[in-house]
Nanobody, 121 residues
Framework: QVQLVESGGGSAQAGGSLRLSCTASTDTLETNCMGWFRQAPGKEREGVAAIYRGGGRIYFIDSVKGRFTISRDNAKRTVYLQMDSLKPEDTAMYYC??????????????WGQGTQVTVSS
Protein backbone atom coordinates (compact mmCIF):
# COMPACT_ATOMS: atom_id res chain seq x y z
CA GLN A 1 0.00 0.00 0.00
CA VAL A 2 0.89 3.66 -0.41
CA GLN A 3 0.82 6.12 2.44
CA LEU A 4 0.47 9.83 1.69
CA VAL A 5 1.57 12.51 4.14
CA GLU A 6 0.61 16.15 3.64
CA SER A 7 2.19 19.26 5.10
CA GLY A 8 2.12 23.01 4.61
CA GLY A 9 -1.41 23.86 5.63
CA GLY A 10 -2.20 26.74 7.92
CA SER A 11 -3.69 30.20 7.96
CA ALA A 12 -3.22 33.02 5.50
CA GLN A 13 -4.79 36.34 4.70
CA ALA A 14 -6.61 36.97 1.46
CA GLY A 15 -4.05 37.61 -1.25
CA GLY A 16 -1.41 35.59 0.56
CA SER A 17 0.29 32.32 -0.34
CA LEU A 18 0.76 28.82 0.98
CA ARG A 19 2.52 25.77 -0.42
CA LEU A 20 1.26 22.28 0.30
CA SER A 21 3.43 19.19 0.00
CA CYS A 22 2.49 15.54 -0.18
CA THR A 23 4.99 12.71 -0.04
CA ALA A 24 4.21 9.11 -0.96
CA SER A 25 5.82 6.26 0.93
CA THR A 26 6.61 4.40 -2.29
CA ASP A 27 6.40 4.85 -6.05
CA THR A 28 4.02 2.51 -7.88
CA LEU A 29 1.67 2.51 -10.85
CA GLU A 30 -0.93 3.81 -8.43
CA THR A 31 1.03 7.02 -7.98
CA ASN A 32 1.04 7.65 -11.72
CA CYS A 33 -1.38 10.48 -10.95
CA MET A 34 -1.10 12.62 -7.86
CA GLY A 35 -3.43 15.45 -7.03
CA TRP A 36 -5.27 17.55 -4.52
CA PHE A 37 -8.88 17.64 -3.43
CA ARG A 38 -10.55 19.96 -0.97
CA GLN A 39 -13.70 19.92 1.08
CA ALA A 40 -15.30 22.87 2.82
CA PRO A 41 -18.00 22.48 5.48
CA GLY A 42 -21.33 21.64 3.91
CA LYS A 43 -19.85 21.12 0.46
CA GLU A 44 -18.83 18.11 -1.60
CA ARG A 45 -15.20 17.16 -1.96
CA GLU A 46 -13.91 18.62 -5.20
CA GLY A 47 -10.80 18.06 -7.24
CA VAL A 48 -8.48 21.07 -7.24
CA ALA A 49 -5.48 20.04 -9.32
CA ALA A 50 -3.76 16.90 -10.53
CA ILE A 51 -0.63 15.97 -12.44
CA TYR A 52 0.67 12.86 -14.15
CA ARG A 53 4.11 11.43 -13.54
CA GLY A 54 5.64 12.99 -16.63
CA GLY A 55 4.20 16.42 -15.93
CA GLY A 56 2.75 16.76 -19.41
CA ARG A 57 -0.87 16.46 -18.38
CA ILE A 58 -2.13 18.83 -15.71
CA TYR A 59 -5.62 19.54 -14.45
CA PHE A 60 -6.96 22.56 -12.56
CA ILE A 61 -10.44 23.38 -11.45
CA ASP A 62 -11.54 26.62 -13.08
CA SER A 63 -11.77 28.57 -9.83
CA VAL A 64 -8.02 28.23 -9.13
CA LYS A 65 -6.60 28.65 -12.62
CA GLY A 66 -3.99 31.38 -12.70
CA ARG A 67 -3.59 31.28 -8.92
CA PHE A 68 -2.49 27.73 -8.09
CA THR A 69 0.39 25.72 -9.52
CA ILE A 70 0.89 21.98 -9.21
CA SER A 71 4.23 20.26 -9.67
CA ARG A 72 5.93 17.04 -8.65
CA ASP A 73 9.37 15.73 -7.92
CA ASN A 74 9.30 12.04 -8.76
CA ALA A 75 12.68 11.34 -7.18
CA LYS A 76 11.28 12.63 -3.89
CA ARG A 77 7.87 11.04 -4.50
CA THR A 78 6.38 14.42 -3.70
CA VAL A 79 3.67 16.57 -5.23
CA TYR A 80 3.33 20.28 -4.45
CA LEU A 81 0.48 22.73 -4.63
CA GLN A 82 1.60 26.34 -4.70
CA MET A 83 -1.37 28.53 -3.79
CA ASP A 84 -1.09 32.24 -4.54
CA SER A 85 -3.65 35.05 -4.40
CA LEU A 86 -5.63 33.10 -1.85
CA LYS A 87 -9.29 33.86 -1.36
CA PRO A 88 -11.57 33.11 1.59
CA GLU A 89 -13.42 30.63 -0.64
CA ASP A 90 -10.23 28.54 -0.73
CA THR A 91 -10.75 27.69 2.94
CA ALA A 92 -11.12 23.92 3.20
CA MET A 93 -9.53 20.71 4.28
CA TYR A 94 -7.08 19.76 1.52
CA TYR A 95 -6.43 16.11 0.76
CA CYS A 96 -3.65 14.60 -1.25
CA UNK A 97 -4.66 11.70 -3.50
CA UNK A 98 -2.89 9.20 -5.75
CA UNK A 99 -4.06 6.75 -8.37
CA UNK A 100 -3.40 5.20 -11.74
CA UNK A 101 -5.39 7.90 -13.55
CA UNK A 102 -6.39 11.47 -12.85
CA UNK A 103 -10.15 11.52 -12.60
CA UNK A 104 -12.94 11.80 -10.11
CA UNK A 105 -12.81 10.72 -6.51
CA UNK A 106 -13.56 7.11 -7.33
CA UNK A 107 -10.49 6.86 -9.57
CA UNK A 108 -8.00 7.43 -6.75
CA UNK A 109 -6.61 4.58 -4.71
CA UNK A 110 -4.92 6.36 -1.81
CA TRP A 111 -5.67 9.40 0.29
CA GLY A 112 -3.80 11.46 2.85
CA GLN A 113 -5.25 12.51 6.17
CA GLY A 114 -5.74 16.09 5.06
CA THR A 115 -4.32 19.46 6.00
CA GLN A 116 -6.43 22.48 6.90
CA VAL A 117 -6.17 25.72 4.94
CA THR A 118 -7.90 28.78 6.34
CA VAL A 119 -7.97 32.09 4.48
CA SER A 120 -9.24 35.22 6.21
CA SER A 121 -10.42 38.39 4.52
Amino acid sequence: QVQLVESGGGSAQAGGSLRLSCTASTDTLETNCMGWFRQAPGKEREGVAAIYRGGGRIYFIDSVKGRFTISRDNAKRTVYLQMDSLKPEDTAMYYCAAGYVCGGRSEYDYWGQGTQVTVSS
